[in-house]
């Protein structure tokens, strides 16, 4: 399975923007990039998600690089509801093997 | 948000006992699975299933075991829990192809004294 890197943690203040990074060197080409965050006592929810063209929804951008490995979950302003863990995984269709494993993700403080 | 609930939600149970979790989905999604997740270790996947009767394990299935006999559920058990076994866990649902979504479940609260 391919495999993400994030940083364990990073800081930002409120109305800041913030950049979270994602490594995943050994990408294929079907390969889709998928961001979710995990609130205290909460389940995990969809964030964005994109292929090969940046991305852009009412909670964020996503900016994938030219070469698919590595992205960027951009928060524009970021809020105190913004503090969470932040995953960054790689999904692949396809018979049995849609494993969908996460990593530790990074957890985002963000100061008022 | 995708109708996907979880039973029990918390639930507290001795060493020795065996244990079932619920997760029924609404959506009619394909794939289904189970994690667990514990401090310091982000989130485990335990198994998942792709099909009614079709599963396969993840990175930590021992000592759990699953079936899914129906589109809409599946189960997790612990045959003998141990308290090792004391976790948060999670269930998900995803139709099935790379663009699609994942859906979580709120999570079960699971205590082996």
């Known amino acids: 399975d391919a495999k993400t890197t994030q940083p364990n943690s990073m800081e930002s203040n409120e109305e800041e923007p913030v950049h979270l990074p994602c490594n995943h060197s050994?990408?294929?080409?079907?390969?889709?990039i998928h961001w979710y965050r995990q609130l205290p006592s909460q389940g995990p929810e969809y964030v964005i998600h994109?292929?090969?063209s940046n991305v852009n929804n009412r909670m964020a951008s996503l900016a994938i690089a030219e070469d698919r490995k590595s992205s960027t979950l951009i928060l524009h302003r970021a809020t105190l509801r913004d503090a969470a863990v932040y995953y960054c995984?790689?999904?692949?269709?396809?018979?049995?093997?849609?494993?969908?494993?996460f990593g530790k993700g990074t957890l985002l403080t963000v100061n008022p | 948000d995708a109708g996907i609930t979880q039973s029990p939600r918390h639930k507290v149970t001795e060493t020795g006992t065996p244990v079932t979790l619920r997760c029924h989905q609404t959506e009619n999604h394909r794939y289904m699975y189970w994690y667990r997740q514990d401090p310091g270790h982000g989130l485990r996947l335990i198994h998942y299933?792709?099909?009614?009767?079709?599963?396969d394990k993840g990175e930590v299935s021992d000592g759990y075991s699953v079936s899914r006999s129906k589109t809409e559920d599946f189960l997790l058990t612990l045959e003998s829990a141990t308290s090792s076994q004391t976790s948060v866990y999670f269930c998900?649902?995803?139709?099935?192809?790379?663009?699609?979504?994942?859906?979580f479940g709120e999570g079960s609260w699971l205590t082996v004294v």
């Open positions: 998900a649902s995803n139709p099935g192809y790379s663009g699609n979504t994942i859906y």
């Open positions: 995984i790689l999904s692949r269709s396809g018979g049995s093997n849609y494993k969908l494993t």
């Open positions: 299933s792709y099909g009614v009767k079709d599963t």
């Open positions: 050994t990408i294929s080409g079907t390969d889709y």
């Open positions: 994109g292929l090969t």
